[in-house]
């Protein structure tokens, strides 16, 4: 009889007695513990063990180790120096005054950008390839008939001629011959760039799932996408095959008036396959947007929401209060503004912790532990709206005190790094006023504002260059676009709340309108975009928070 210590469906067992089933884990160590023998594992007194639920294992983050400080792991980024250090290193004088950012926020930052190409290239470039690969396979497979098709059809012509035409047939066939083993090798040749192509896109998506599965932060932030080649879809050969042009049967100069063959036609078309690409990245979209659920906050005026990791619900309204809601909408908190005034925005810190704008104040404010601490008092300015970046910096939109300019702050541990107001051409961004401008960060790191004194939405790239406007799209209810609250999902798609529309335009990342979402919506105004890419929708009016599903399933979404 088979031992069943070895047996294939055996329990995996501990490292240490090797006889019981295994239920804890060293995530420091890697090593299989049960029970029993985590006491024996952690006798030896060394600090850095830590013992999880073997379910959870892997999830302790592996830091680079600090060239400096030995038995020191990098956990900071120094980024005046633009390098990595550790606790030890923040305090020495190399790097005093200097600020830092955490590793941990760069890494999810990027694990983040990562999954998302990884959803590109699975939903859209590999299709694309696939139906290229299978247009050009389907070319080869009538080239045979196609041109079979053609010699009869000389053939035919050749039987009224008789034999006075013979040679003349002959050199013909020999010249589709020719021609048809052009075309052939043509098409095998781009056949099998497209396949090369196809190969890394398959390499690509191995990688991505490798870094993925992995807590190693140095393959991480080592990795370089080649995603941006990869976009660049290969000119489309078009290659018309010849026709045989016949002409009137005369038996005086056969050569000359038999007919002739048109020459093959060779040609490249750019964006011969972007037709493709568009019609992958639009089946992205339900036909029919689906609303998932309705929560009332009981504000008369509700105009900002965000959502935590773990799916709480802030809001804000035109009120002092702000309410955190459950997902079954029940109240689990309220946080009442020092001032006592409405806050104009609320966002959420990496670490989960509430942060508000005070119009009253200039300030920018957070809440941890149920204590408001000011982290940024603005001087000549207001700040309105705020938006905490995937890498943790904070986004602050303001208005001058007289109202004739605005402009978008970010900050790194609330010191002033970037100031975006003016274009290279030194013209005004933004709209100079009061109006609200809410922000977001893209996938790609855009910044999008909704500026509703443009209005229009402005989209700048992460150096602070305009990207493009959207001044909005043909409606049914022509009441004009005016933005107000603005979103992003993981596929870097841009939604925008128009309220006197009554719906939420998308656009995909260049700023090309995808479609509409209008179900069922009354006065949107702010907007967020859960983990699963589920839309919550703000009414201003009516106080409601709608759940809204508009993209079709795909991998890792349920």
């Not at 029970?35 to 060394?46: E, F, K, M, N, V």
């Not at 504002?449 to 209005?455: C, E, L």
Request: proline share 3%; net charge negative.
């Amino acid at each position: 009889m088979m031992n069943p210590r070895y047996c294939s469906q055996d329990l995996i067992r501990c490292d240490l007695c090797e006889t019981a089933m295994v239920q804890m884990y060293c995530d420091f160590c890697n090593v299989k513990l049960c029970i029993t023998c985590i006491g024996q594992h952690i006798s030896d007194a060394y600090d850095k063990h830590k013992v999880v639920p073997f379910k959870q294992r892997m999830s302790t983050l592996i830091y680079p180790k600090c060239a400096v400080h030995e038995n020191k792991r990098n956990k900071f980024q120094c980024l005046e120096c633009d390098m990595w250090v550790c606790s030890m290193c923040i305090s020495s004088e190399t790097h005093k005054w200097h600020a830092f950012k955490d590793l941990s926020a760069i890494n999810k930052s990027k694990k983040e950008s990562i999954r998302r190409e990884a959803d590109e290239l699975n939903d859209i470039l590999s299709p694309t390839y696939e139906d290229i690969v299978s247009d050009i396979q389907s070319q080869i497979a009538n080239l045979d008939v196609e041109y079979e098709n053609l010699s009869v059809s000389i053939m035919q012509r050749g039987e009224e001629w008789h034999k006075e035409v013979d040679t003349v047939i002959n050199e013909m066939k020999h010249e589709i011959d020719e021609m048809k083993d052009k075309h052939l090798d043509i098409l095998k040749k781009h056949l099998e760039e497209i396949i090369q192509i196809q190969s890394l896109v398959r390499e690509s998506l191995l990688t991505l799932n490798k870094i993925e599965k992995s807590n190693d932060v140095s393959v991480t932030l080592a990795y370089n996408s080649n995603s941006k080649e990869l976009r660049n879809l290969p000119p489309k050969i078009q290659i018309l095959r010849p026709n045989f042009n016949a002409k009137a049967l005369l038996r005086e100069d056969i050569q000359s008036r038999f007919g002739s063959l048109t020459p093959l036609s060779i040609s490249t078309q750019e964006d011969g396959y972007y037709e493709r690409k568009q019609q992958h990245s639009e089946r992205q979209f339900l036909n029919v947007h689906e609303l998932v659920s309705t929560i009332n906050t009981g504000y008369h005026n509700l105009q900002s929401i965000c959502l935590s990791a773990e799916d709480e619900l802030w809001t804000s309204g035109r009120v002092s209060d702000v309410k955190c809601f459950n997902t079954q909408g029940f109240l689990l908190k309220t946080v009442r503004t020092i001032s006592g005034e409405m806050p104009n925005d609320i966002a959420l810190t990496s670490h989960g912790d509430l942060l508000y704008t005070d119009w009253k104040s200039m300030s920018v404010n957070e809440v941890k532990k149920g204590q408001i601490e000011e982290v940024i008092r603005m001087h000549g300015w207001t700040p309105v709206n705020l938006c905490v970046t995937a890498s943790g910096d904070l986004l602050v939109a303001a208005y001058s005190d007289d109202q004739t300019q605005s402009k978008i702050v970010r900050y790194i541990n609330s010191t002033e790094k970037q100031t975006l107001q003016f274009d290279d051409d030194g013209k005004p961004l933004f709209s100079g006023n009061n109006f609200i401008k809410y922000i977001a960060e893209n996938g790609n790191m855009d910044i999008c504002v909704a500026d509703n004194g443009a209005p229009a939405v402005v989209v700048i790239n992460q150096d602070g260059k305009l990207r493009f406007r959207y001044d909005g799209h043909c409606t049914t209810t022509n009441e004009g676009f005016h933005p107000f609250g603005i979103t992003t999902d993981s596929r870097k798609h841009i939604l925008i709340a128009d309220s006197n529309n009554h719906c939420i335009h998308i656009l995909n990342e260049d700023g090309q309108f995808q479609v509409f979402i209008s179900i069922d919506l009354c006065d949107p105004w702010g907007l967020c975009v859960d983990k699963n890419d589920h839309l919550h929708v703000a009414e201003l009016i009516s106080g409601n928070v709608k759940k809204i599903r508009y993209l079709k399933s795909s991998s890792g979404y349920p």
